[in-house]
Nanobody
Framework: QLQLVESGGGLVQPGGSLRLSCAAS????????IGWFRQAPGKEREAVSC????????YYADSVKGRFTISRDNAKNTVFLQMNSLKPEDTAVYYC????????????????????WGQGTQVTVSS
């Protein structure tokens, strides 16, 4: 049974760092693109980052480029999101999910198709 479990969220001051983990079970992560999404109160869910399975190519939203880094450890069946220089606007519930088109992050530029979502982990950036 496919399952994703996010962890690593918490409360951090602006400028701080957090490392989120997305642990997969019930399937082999090697063959799937894994994405990170976030949703803040009153806002639509947005794609934050994604890593492909074929060549580990990555995607980052403009708002997080240079601050966030996505990586994968296939031996541990886990994807990570290192978040540095956090800002209050990064506050949201963060989710990881599996691409419904397996190996790729986007079916075409700007279009994502993800399912099998995790439960989410809260990230709060506040002074």
């Amino acid at each position: 049974q496919l399952q994703l479990v996010e962890s690593g969220g918490g409360l951090v001051q602006p400028g701080g760092s957090l490392r989120l983990s997305c642990a997969a079970s019930g399937f082999t992560l090697d063959y799937y693109a894994i994405g990170w999404f976030r949703q803040a109160p009153g806002k639509e869910r947005e794609a934050v980052s994604c890593i492909s399975s074929s060549d580990s190519s990555t995607y980052y939203a403009d708002s997080v480029k240079g601050r966030f880094t996505i990586s994968r450890d296939n031996a541990k069946n886990t994807v990570f999101l290192q978040m540095n220089s956090l800002k209050p606007e990064d506050t949201a519930v963060y989710y990881c999910a599996v691409s419904t088109v397996q190996a790729i992050c986007q079916v075409r530029p700007g279009v994502f198709r993800f399912g099998s979502w995790g439960q989410g982990t809260q990230v709060t950036v506040s002074s």
